[in-house]
């Protein structure tokens, strides 16, 4: 019997659905197990109770922002490790230098491409191969 090696748990928090669709559509296709959130609040419930390889997380979000959320993520001793990348629409050195601050590992501008949430992956998830899987 053939061994699958488990998918990887990417979780993308955003509160446009039309995002969450896209990131989990790219990725499901290269055999990722995509969790979602539409805030702050809604994703450290699920941080805790599913434990993702890697978190993107959209800057501009209702109730709690991504800077807040990334922070409280990785001043949990569990999570401190997980890479959390900054997903924002405007590409400006103070949220790429706040990002950093909060504890994100990187930063990625709206609209992003299959091949660079790929890539964020690639460098923050060691041992990460993805496995084009292409419908019949």
Known sequence: MEQHSP?????VIDDSKTIRRTAQML????GCEVLTA???FDALA?????HPSIIF???MMPRLDGYQTCAMIKNNPAFKATPVIMLSSRDDLFDKAKGRIVGSEQFLTKPFS???LLSAIRAHV???AAEEQYAP
Do not use: N, R, S, T
Not at 7 to 11: E, G, P, R, T
Not at 46 to 50: I, L, M, P, S, T
């Open 27 to 30: 990725l499901k296709d290269v």
């Open 114 to 116: 299959k091949e660079e």
């Open 38 to 40: 539409i805030d702050g």
């Open 46 to 50: 699920k941080v805790a109770d599913h």
């Open 126 to 128: 060691p041992g990460f």
């Open 57 to 59: 997380i959209d800057i």
């Open 7 to 11: 998918a990887l748990k990417v979780m």
